[in-house]
Nanobody
Framework: QVQLVESGGGLVQAGGSLRLSCTAS?????MAWFRRAPGKERAFVGA????????DYSSSVKGRFTISRDSGRNTVYLQMNSLKAEDTAVYYC?????????????????WGQGTQVTVSS
């Protein structure tokens, strides 16, 4: 069973930046970030393929957030810039045991425990 461990959450002022990290305990294919805001369902944030050559973002974060992957490919990052109060959520890392990223939760086999991001306005 692959384990995903997130880190990097915290409290930041609106307009600030944070970088989240997610490390997998074994080789993993495509990875993604989702988030659950207070009172809302978990939602897709962005995804990256195994090689790091292709990414996808939700419209709400495109242009502000960037997903990347380290050369070993088992750690994925979410660089969050120009943060807004509405970005406040628990952020979850997800991974797949097969190629092909998706915007849907059911496509992912592995999940991290989540890390809290709070943006103060």
């Amino acid at each position: 069973q692959v384990q995903l461990v997130e880190s990097g959450g915290g409290l930041v002022q609106a307009g600030g930046s944070l970088r989240l990290s997610c490390t997998a305990s074994a080789d993993i294919y495509d990875m993604a970030w989702f988030r659950r805001a207070p009172g809302k369902e978990r939602a897709f944030v962005g995804a990256i393929n195994w090689s790091g050559s292709s990414t996808d973002y939700s419209s709400s974060v495109k242009g502000r957030f960037t997903i990347s992957r380290d050369s070993g490919r088992n750690t994925v990052y979410l660089q969050m810039n120009s943060l807004k109060a509405e970005d406040t959520a628990v952020y979850y890392c997800a991974g797949r045991s097969a190629p092909g990223y998706s915007r849907y939760e059911y496509a992912y086999n592995y999940w991290g425990q989540g890390t809290q991001v709070t943006v103060s306005s």
